[in-house]
């Protein structure tokens, strides 16, 4: 079936430094690709989204671009803030399934 | 504002009792989701519904029931048949079944403790 594979962490990085969270997927056929966001004891917040192969979601200075010959979606920030430390979701949609589709979480720590 | 809203925040359970855990949105959304969350995992799908009066089961649905009489409206019951209920419950919304190229927008979760 359907799954999202992201990389453990928890990933510490000090201000300043560049994120990359990787993340692959396996699906049939052609879903649609998430990043969301989870701040301590709440629920989840869409980070961005990629609809079809080489689309790039973009938001808050985080990147993603949905690679179909890889069947990645890699989160990337070029200049992390404290702020940002949260945990970060990938997840996958398709219409087949009617499912979303979440990976294990990656925490993020940054230090000031 | 539209927006999902689960209640409550938090919710203590006897072992051996039943517990409805709410979930409501006024966003017009036609598809709706119950996942739980343990500490370091991911989520994990407990049912979905498409549509008014029909829903599926998802990956963990043992020990759970829902219901989907209005649109704007999915609980779900926590059964004393559920061994293990101590964990974060998150609820989710989106447009539709068919569209994919939409997000699902998430309520604040209840944390639901077994004492």
């Known amino acids: 079936g359907d799954s999202v594979t992201q990389m453990e962490g928890p990933v510490t990085l000090s201000e300043e430094a560049f994120l990359t969270i990787n993340c692959t997927y396996t699906?049939?056929?052609?879903?649609?690709l998430f990043w969301y966001v989870q701040y301590p004891g709440e629920g989840l917040q869409l980070l961005l989204k990629?609809?079809?192969?080489?689309d790039k979601g973009s938001n808050k200075g985080f990147e993603a671009t949905y690679r179909k010959e890889t069947t990645s979606f890699h989160l990337e920030k070029g200049s992390v803030q404290v702020s940002d430390s949260a945990v970060y979701f990938c997840?996958?949609?398709?219409?087949?399934?009617?499912?979303?589709?979440f990976g294990t979480g990656t925490r993020l720590k940054v230090l000031a | 504002d539209g927006g999902i809203t689960q209640s409550p925040k938090y919710l203590f359970r006897k072992e051996g009792q039943n517990v409805t855990l709410s979930c409501e949105q006024n966003l017009n959304h036609d598809a709706m989701y119950w996942y739980r969350q343990d500490p370091g995992q991911g989520l994990r799908l407990i049912y979905y519904?498409?549509?008014?009066?029909?829903?599926q089961k998802g990956d963990i649905a043992e020990g759970y029931s829902v219901s989907r009489e209005k649109k704007e409206s999915f609980p779900l019951t926590v059964t004393s048949a559920q061994k293990n209920p101590t964990a974060f419950y998150l609820c989710?919304?989106?447009?539709?079944?068919?569209?994919?190229?939409?997000?699902?927008?998430f309520g604040q979760g209840t944390r639901l403790t077994v004492v």
């Open positions: 990629a609809t079809k192969a080489d």
């Open positions: 997840a996958l949609y398709t219409s087949g399934t009617y499912k979303y589709i």
């Open positions: 989710a919304s989106s447009t539709s079944g068919g569209a994919g190229n939409t997000e699902a927008f």
């Open positions: 699906a049939t056929g052609y879903p649609s």
């Open positions: 519904s498409q549509i008014v009066n029909d829903f």
